[in-house]
Every structure is written in C-alpha cells, then in structure tokens.
C-alpha cells in the first residue's frame, strides 16, 4: 500500500501537484480538477460523497466505529494570472496559474486521505474530505455549507501554504488570522463642463479626490491603534479626454478588518464620508457594498492540540502574525470549531505573483500535518468544543 510508504507516497503527490500546476482552472471552472480528484480518490476506493454542485469533491473515510466526524478542507481553484516560472512543469493553460498553491493544498489533502485510508478500519469516527470550489472568487465555501457538507462536521482543519515560512515550520494562532475581506465601488455623479469653464459644472473629479484623502482617516482617526484595518481605493476611473470635466468618476477598492464590530464602524464611516465629502462638492453618489468571508477566527482549544500534536510530529511551531489577506474558510468556522494554519513552503514570491513557487519537500510534511491533526481530533473527541463555543 503506497500511504505506509513515505517516500513513494511523496513522489506520488508531487506527480499530482505538477499535474494540477499544469492545468490550472478557474473558479467555478474546475471540472477536469474535479474529474482527477475524484478519480485519485476512488483509485484508493475511497467513498464519494453526492453533491448539487457542478464542480469539487467531497468523500468520507471512516465511520465503521462511533466517534466524531473531522472534516479536512483544500481548496482547488487557480487564478487569472500567467505564469512566469520557467518551470517545466508550468501552467500549460494561457492566463491561467495556480499562484495561490491550491495546487499544493489539494495534494497535501490527498496524501493526508491515503494515510487516513490505510487505517480506515481502526478510526473511531469518520474523516470528511472537502475538496472546495471557488474560494479566490466564488464563494465557495458558502456553497458547501449550503450542500450539507458540514452539516454532521464536529470540526474542521486546513491550512494554507507560507512562501515565507521555511519548510518544517508551521504557524498555528488562537483567535483571529486572516481579515474579513469587504469590497466597494463608488459611482461619484457630478456635472460635466468644459474644462475652461469649470463654474458651469460640479466637478467629480475634485469630489473624488477629497473622498480618497478622506478615507484615510478611517484607519489613522476612527479605528483604535489598538485594533487593525486597511482601506485602500485600487482603481479609478473618469473622464475621456483632456478639456472636458466628467459627468462622474468611479472608484473601487477593498476594506480589510479582523473584528466584527470594528468591520461594522469602518463601514459606516466609509458611507458618511463619501456621501457627506461628496455632498461639498454638490454632487451625488452611489456606493455599491459588496461583503466577502468574515474575518478567519481559530477556536482556542482545537488550535492548542493542533500545536501539541504539531511539536510532537517534529515540526517548529510558531505564532504567526496575522494576514489581512482573507480565506473563505472563515465561513467554515462560524458554523463548526476548527483551525486553519500557515505551513511553510520556503517559497520565491507571495501569493498571487506570476513567479510564485513553493519548495516541494513540504508537500509530504504537509500531508503527514493534516493526518496527525485528524486522527488526533478523532482520539480527543471528549476534548472537542460544542458549536456553541466557537469564537
């Protein structure tokens, strides 16, 4: 059996992860991902679970004795971005690269799976696989909640890899580690002139300019020094020419928050501004909201087995700093405790860079990190907490 074998169960996942790097697919397009995982699955006869969605994976090991159900999640999708690795196993699809390592989570989740097979009958409990869809830009997570996946989930654990970690490191953190990710778009609407006659309108582009100095002063004047947040404006967009004042200007951009209430007051703070800045300037707006995953918040006592067992395993454990990058994972852990962990991949660039690589010696400690946590959870199950102390 190759999951008791480490070094051939390590060649088989870097195969896989290469094969998955070569093919990259979007979100809501993973449908030959969606075909591979599952046919890498039930080479092991490993048990797939129904789903009403069109793309991702769901399975179950386990189950033949009483115990909780320990849900292990990757993520399976690759962004719009070419790839710039000279890598002879680079993305073969145009404009397309798994420069997030969903590529490494997914195979990271497979060897945890065959080890976890390979002991399917001394398991008290079952191991739920997630293999989600979707999770730079789709939602996905929601969508599986909305499936049932979770529905008989006592906890759940993922991670994501760490390009500036070194290989053999893994950051665990209690309470909150990656931000609510919110976005906007602001439609300024003024009155348009000819430029040598600036009088005759209300000029968007002025109004435009104060808003974005005002916003500022969210984060510098109305969020405590204490607590955290971003807003930043990415894009904007106005005017056609160079001797006539815009009917209106656009604005676009994100809000990052790690709490709840603070998510809250910089939102209300950002309509008050915009609307009152822009009133100055007799001109009228329209702000579009559009919230993303709250913020990531890892239950305390999962995350204290997850570090014990992590020492025990042999990997450093560290306390990381928080990211205001987001993860829809986040959705996962308001409905059911768990973790999430950044594990180090000692790579040459973050996240989301055309030259994005990770070392792949971390891809079998990676599969072994999230097997010793699911069996650990199975074996703690009177240590697990109840829904209702999820933080």
């Known amino acids: 059996m190759i999951g008791l074998n480490r070094t051939l169960l390590e060649k088989r996942l870097i195969e896989i992860r290469r094969h998955l790097h070569q093919y990259p697919e979007l979100s809501r397009e993973e449908f030959e991902t969606t075909k591979s995982i599952t046919g890498w699955l039930l080479e092991r006869n490993i048990k797939i679970?129904?789903?009403?969605?069109?793309?991702?994976?769901?399975?179950?090991?386990?189950?033949?004795?009483?115990?909780?159900?320990?849900?292990?999640?990757?993520?399976?999708?690759?962004?719009?971005?070419?790839?710039?690795?000279?890598?002879?196993?680079?993305?073969?699809?145009?404009?397309?690269?798994?420069?997030?390592?969903?590529d490494f989570h997914t195979a990271a989740a497979l060897g945890a799976a065959y080890l976890l097979k390979a002991e399917e009958t001394e398991l008290r409990g079952k191991i739920r696989l997630i293999f989600q869809p979707a999770e730079e830009y789709g939602a996905g997570a929601e969508k599986?909640?909305?499936?049932?996946?979770?529905?008989?989930?006592?906890?759940?654990?993922?991670?994501?890899?760490?390009?500036?970690?070194?290989?053999?490191?893994?950051?665990?953190?209690?309470?909150?580690?990656?931000?609510?990710?919110?976005?906007?778009?602001?439609?300024?609407?003024?009155?348009?002139?000819?430029a040598a006659l600036p009088q005759n309108g209300h000029d968007p582009i002025t109004a435009t300019a104060h808003v974005i100095t005002a916003l500022q002063t969210i984060v510098s004047r109305n969020v405590s020094p204490l607590e955290s947040a971003v807003v930043s404006v990415t894009k904007i967009e106005g005017g056609t020419t160079w001797n006539v004042i815009p009917e209106s200007v656009t604005i676009e951009g994100t809000v990052r928050t790690f709490d709840h209430s603070t998510r809250t007051h910089v939102k209300n703070r950002f309509y008050t501004i915009v609307e009152q800045v822009t009133n100055v300037f007799a001109n009228k707006t329209d702000i579009q909201w559009f919230a993303g995953p709250p913020p990531l918040v890892n239950h305390s006592a999962i995350s204290d087995l997850t570090r014990v067992a992590a020492e025990q395993y042999g990997l450093k454990v560290i306390e990381p700093a928080p990211s205001t990058a987001g993860e829809d994972f986040a959705y996962y852990l308001q409905k059911t405790p768990g973790f999430f962990a950044f594990f180090g991949t000692n790579g040459t660039e973050d996240w989301h860079h055309p030259s994005f690589t990770i070392d792949e010696t971390a891809l079998i400690e990676a599969a072994y990190f999230l097997y010793n946590n699911a069996k650990v959870l199975l074996q703690k199950q009177a240590e697990l907490p109840s829904m209702e102390s999820v933080t």
């Open 49 to 102: 679970r129904p789903t009403i969605l069109e793309t991702g994976v769901f399975a179950d090991i386990g189950g033949q004795r009483p115990g909780p159900t320990i849900a292990i999640r990757a993520d399976i999708d690759a962004l719009p971005i070419t790839e710039r690795t000279n890598l002879p196993y680079a993305s073969r699809i145009p404009g397309k690269m798994h420069s997030c390592g969903h």
């Open 144 to 194: 599986v909640i909305h499936d049932g996946q979770l529905d008989d989930v006592d906890a759940i654990i993922g991670l994501h890899n760490k390009p500036d970690l070194p290989v053999g490191t893994v950051g665990i953190k209690s309470g909150p580690l990656m931000a609510a990710v919110d976005r906007f778009k602001v439609v300024i609407n003024g009155k348009g002139a000819h």
